[in-house]
Each structure stands twice: as C-alpha cells, then as structure tokens.
C-alpha cells in the first residue's frame, strides 16, 4: 500500500468552471476526511465520511461543494461554478476507526493545489 | 471551541543544533491528543509525534520530542540534530473529536517553517 493518493495535484481553472478531486485512501481506512488549506495557514476540517456515510460538513462547506464516497472506497470532491476565493490546496486524510491515541492519526495524501483565474 | 497556536511564523537553526518550535492550545476537554505533522514543498502533511492528554511521559520519536506542559496548556516540539531536510512548514493539531459522528478531526495552528542552514 502506497498511502493516501489524491488526483490530479495541481488544477489551473477559470472562474465558474466545475472542477472535481479525486481521493484514494489506505485500503482498509474507514474514515476519511477532506481539508482545504489556504497560503499561510493551517488545515481546516471540510468533511468527514465513515465508509460510504457523509456524515459531518464543515459551515466552510458551501452548496457549491459536494463530496461522496461511493462504496466507501475512494471519494470526490466536487466543486461548482468556482471563486477565486476557492483557490487553496485540497488535502484528503484517512484514518482507522479501532484503537485509541496515535492508533487513530491520520494519513494525508499529497493533496490538489487548485488555482482559480 | 478548541484553538492552537503557533506564534513562530519562522525559524531558523544550524545544521546539527537543536531547536524548540512552540505550541499553545486551548480547550475545555479533560481528554485530549495534540499532533505535530511536517509539511515539505510537496505538500503532503507528515505524521511526527501525538501526546495524549494523560500520558504521563512526554512522547518521543527518534530525533523528535514533545514537551508537553499540561498546566501552561503548551506542546512545544523539539527536533534535535537538525538535518538539511528538516526544513518544512511545522503543524501544531489538535484532536476535535464528534462523539455523535465518531469523527475524529484536526484542529491546526498557522504553522512554524523550519530553515536549517548548513
């Protein structure tokens, strides 16, 4: 197992386009989250998904946004009609339900750096 | 509502020196877990260390070290004998647990970067 894989890792894309991300987590992984991180700060929570169940978004999550986790193996991130503000990096994490402290920390993938013209 | 704090935006450190790179939090749970991840130019977040709350040791892994000081609510992490590829952007986290959802998020601080100069 290679670790969390995340596609493409850099998106150019003009303002109003839809764009999609694509996260591939540890195989045996059953949580899995989506973070967007923006120049100079650190990763905020968007979503969180326990096998294929969405079961939190983030209020930074607008109706713009949507993510799914078909199967409860890979998932994606949709986003519509893109912002500039939408501009950041798009970081996915997996994790494992069972065991405690370190047991549960979380696996990052590369990421997706998304630009907005 | 849980809060980090990193108050170093940077940090420089010679070559085989060791260095403290600080972290305050905030929260009103009694159980907790603190992380520190790295972040080199390819952006991918990697795991260093995890102090639990009732861990009655500081944690450490290999040439990393965390000085938990649970009464001042700080997790400074200590990297010894800096390395060239030690230079990274440094996370403070904080566990943000769901107990209805099970999720188990992170809460970040804005990050320290690290330049160790040769």
């Known amino acids: 197992d290679t670790g969390v894989s995340q596609n493409p890792r850099h998106k150019i894309t003009k303002r109003g386009q839809n764009v999609t991300f694509r996260c591939d987590p540890i195989?045996?992984?059953?949580?899995l989250y989506w973070y967007r991180q923006t120049l100079g700060q650190g990763p905020e929570f968007l979503t969180y998904?326990?096998?294929?169940?969405?079961?939190?978004k983030s209020r930074l999550l607008s109706d713009r946004f949507s993510a799914e986790r078909p199967k409860g193996s890979f998932s994606t991130l949709e986003i519509q009609r893109t912002e500039q503000g939408d501009s950041a990096m798009y970081l996915c994490?997996?994790?494992?339900?069972?065991?405690?402290?370190?047991?549960?920390?979380?696996?990052f993938g590369q990421g997706t750096r998304l630009t907005v013209v | 509502a849980q809060k980090i704090t990193q108050t170093q935006p940077g940090m420089f450190v010679q070559e085989k020196e060791a260095v403290t790179l600080d972290c305050t939090y905030d929260t009103s749970d009694q159980s907790y877990g603190l992380f520190w991840y790295k972040q080199p130019s390819s952006g991918e977040m990697i795991f260093l260390i995890y102090?639990?709350?009732?861990?009655?040791q500081n944690a450490t892994e290999g040439r990393y070290s965390l000085n938990f000081q649970k009464a001042r609510k700080s997790a400074n992490l200590v990297i010894s004998a800096s390395q060239l590829g030690d230079s990274a952007m440094y996370f403070c986290a904080m566990r943000d647990v769901r107990m209805d959802t099970g999720r188990r998020a992170l809460t970040f601080g804005s990050g320290t970067r690290l330049q160790v100069q040769p």
């Open positions: 195989s045996e992984h059953n949580r």
């Open positions: 998904f326990q096998n294929e169940a969405q079961l939190e």
């Open positions: 994490a997996s994790s494992l339900t069972r065991g405690t402290g370190r047991r549960t920390e979380a696996f």
């Open positions: 102090q639990g709350s009732y861990d009655e």
